[in-house]
């Protein structure tokens, strides 16, 4: 069976060709800092379970620290030059698409044709993460691709991915980070504490202002958390269900349609959600991090006010 | 006791509101909002460092889709997949970066409705593509101008490259039914006792389906209209 655990080894792995590449290269700017920074995730992806938890906590705050005192640096840049590239372009031409188009084709084919295949009475793909898994043979099938259509080596498809993991530098982690803090805002009923704020705070007595009110909420709690799926069950509960529902006579269906929807605008403006918002800005290498939630912001602020209004006007049928 | 919950643990968002208003490095205010939410939970030290290092394992799968294409991307990179991709958007004649990208947001948000989620994203679409071809378009309608294209509305480009893929897929998602959202929430609301059949909640996201692809469109023609302006004053400076 090919398991979620085994794309954990090959990522570990990545990690630690990250780290060693670094250590051997003279001249980088932080070189110890950053082969440490990159060894100790690999060190959390080939341990994973078998790290005690204690020492995974230990783990992830030391690789905190070196990131947050400036010692995760890119080593020299080796992009081949314009040109070479120019020339291989028009050398290969279609074929360059082949492989890119492999990932999202062989994704989907995983996670609907292979998905009952079996060899014996074991599945092919592990089953509870089909999706995941079936992209991660879909990278390494794009990978094989790219090999054969440029004749380079795996090797060198290790080095352009440490190119890539070296611009984005910590923004690499924070997301995985960023998850960690949603996880212990749980634990720790950070969530049941904004609802009594909220439903104490707010004066719910007008339909028109509840339903902005649920539709705020949930989006600035998702601002707050970075995770629609955080901020739902909280607002819903808190506002959704018992007023807009119970009070009002809403569509439930329609209430939960449109108060996920108010929690997406959320998305769209926020660090938080550091894997749609500061990992793509550090990926195109823009110099603002928050360049792509300022891009987003003139479509989740009016599109924010059409839910109010949609909710509103609709809230009966 | 009407007030049994306990509100300190709203510290840790005071703690992370700072940090991004300070402009503090997220990795460390991250931390020290994790610091601050256990104290105020009354969690003891060890439990809080057992409790992130559980987390940190088990969340662990979230950044594959982010690594796992990369080595595969960075290898078509270096052999021209950027400068091949907008050779061919240069071909096109009535191609414009915002034209481009509506095209892209339609694709992206009804693949997404249909559950074709992996059809897009960062590292294996927008880096390598998208934003290479809205880039392009404008830099073909620099040249006929004439003119140079700036770096801040290069940025912004790309910037709205990465937006329209985040506005398609999270707008058509939800549309689709076997979506984990629409699963959450007809639990959710089961345990409230009451019970939503899930295509009606996939139904009655279209309405903001197709209102957020209206107003996203209208910023892309803005973002064209913008580089027309531009254009025109580089033009009239030179």
């Given at each position: 069976m090919i398991a979620l655990e085994d794309f954990y080894l090959l990522v570990g792995l990545l990690f630690a060709a990250v780290a060693v590449m670094t250590l051997r290269e003279a001249g980088h700017p932080r070189r110890f800092g950053t082969a440490l920074f990159w060894g100790l995730y690999a060190v959390?992806?080939?341990?994973?379970?078998?790290?005690?938890?204690?020492?995974?906590?230990?783990?992830?705050?030391?690789?905190?620290?070196?990131?947050?005192?400036?010692?995760?640096?890119?080593?020299r840049p080796r992009l081949a030059p314009e040109e070479q590239r120019r020339a291989a372009a028009a050398r290969l031409g279609n074929w360059l698409l082949l492989p890119a188009l492999a990932i999202p084709v062989v994704t989907m084919f995983g996670a609907t044709?292979?998905?009952?295949?079996?060899?014996?009475?074991?599945?092919?793909?592990?089953?509870?993460?089909?999706?995941?898994?079936?992209?991660?043979?879909?990278?390494?099938?794009?990978l094989a691709l790219a090999c054969l259509v440029t004749r380079a080596t795996p090797l060198q498809g290790v080095r352009e991915a440490r190119r890539l993991v070296d611009a984005m530098g910590w923004a690499v982690v924070l997301p995985h980070m960023l998850a960690v803090l949603g996880l212990l805002?749980?634990?720790?009923?950070?969530?049941?504490?904004?609802?009594?704020?909220?439903?104490?705070?707010?004066?719910?007595?007008?339909?028109?202002?509840?339903?902005?009110?649920?539709?705020?909420?949930?989006?600035?709690?998702?601002?707050?958390?970075g995770n629609?799926?955080?901020?739902?069950?909280?607002?819903?509960?808190?506002?959704?269900i018992p007023v807009l529902v119970g009070a009002y006579g809403a569509n439930p269906a329609l209430m939960a349609a449109i108060g996920m929807f108010s929690a997406y605008c959320g998305t769209l403006m926020t660090p938080m959600a550091a894997n749609f918002n500061v990992v793509p800005a550090a990926l195109l290498e823009l110099s603002d991090r928050n360049a792509v939630i300022k891009a987003q912001l003139p479509t989740a602020l009016p599109l924010l006010l059409a839910n109010i209004f949609l909710l509103y006007f609709l809230m009966h049928q | 006791m009407t007030n049994a919950v306990n509100l300190w643990p709203l510290l840790g968002i005071a703690v992370v509101v700072a940090g991004f208003l300070l402009r503090a490095n997220p990795v460390l205010v991250v931390i020290a909002a994790c610091g601050v939410t256990g104290a105020a939970a009354?969690?003891?030290?060890v439990h809080?460092?057992?409790?992130?290092?559980?987390?940190?394992?088990?969340?662990r799968n979230l950044p594959l889709i982010l690594l796992l294409?990369?080595?595969?991307?960075?290898?078509?990179?270096?052999?021209?997949?950027?400068?091949?991709?907008?050779?061919?958007?240069?071909?096109?004649?009535?191609?414009?970066?915002?034209?481009?990208?509506?095209?892209?947001?339609?694709?992206?948000?009804?693949?997404?409705?249909?559950?074709?989620?992996?059809?897009g994203g960062h590292p294996n679409m927008v880096r390598p593509l998208v934003a290479p071809m809205a880039e392009a378009a404008a830099e073909t309608a620099a040249r006929q101008a004439g003119v140079e294209l700036d770096d801040a509305l290069r940025q912004r480009i790309r910037a709205m490259s990465a937006a329209t893929d985040n506005v398609g897929l999270f707008f058509g998602e939800d549309v689709f039914v076997?979506?984990?959202?629409?699963?959450?929430?007809?639990?959710?609301?089961?345990?409230?006792?009451?019970?939503?059949?899930?295509?009606?909640?996939?139904?009655?996201?279209?309405?903001?389906?197709?209102?957020?692809?209206?107003?996203?469109?209208?910023?892309?023609?803005?973002?064209?209209?913008?580089?027309?302006?531009?254009?025109?004053?580089?033009?009239?400076?030179?």
């Open positions: 959390a992806y080939l341990c994973g379970e078998r790290l005690p938890p204690a020492l995974a906590g230990v783990l992830m705050i030391a690789m905190a620290l070196v990131a947050g005192c400036g010692l995760v640096k890119p080593g044709v292979l998905k009952d295949a079996a060899i014996g009475l074991r599945p092919l793909l592990d089953q509870k993460h089909l999706t995941l898994v079936s992209m991660g043979c879909g990278a390494l099938v794009a805002f749980s634990e720790a009923g950070v969530g049941k504490a904004v609802a009594q704020v909220v439903t104490t705070a707010i004066p719910l007595d007008s339909q028109f202002i509840a339903c902005a009110a649920f539709c705020v909420a949930m989006a600035l709690l998702t601002v707050v958390m629609g799926f955080a901020a739902f069950p909280v607002i819903a509960g808190g506002i959704g | 009354a969690m003891p030290p809080i460092l057992e409790s992130l290092g559980t987390a940190f394992i088990k969340t294409p990369l080595a595969a991307i960075g290898l078509l990179e270096r052999f021209g997949l950027k400068e091949y991709a907008q050779s061919a958007i240069g071909r096109v004649r009535s191609a414009t970066t915002g034209r481009l990208l509506t095209v892209y947001l339609f694709a992206r948000e009804l693949a997404a409705a249909f559950g074709l989620t992996s059809l076997a979506f984990g959202a629409i699963v959450l929430m007809q639990t959710i609301l089961r345990a409230e006792g009451i019970e939503v059949d899930p295509l009606h909640i996939a139904l009655w996201g279209i309405p903001t389906a197709v209102t957020a692809f209206i107003i996203h469109a209208w910023n892309l023609r803005r973002l064209d209209a913008r580089i027309r302006r531009e254009l025109a004053r580089a033009k009239d400076v030179r």
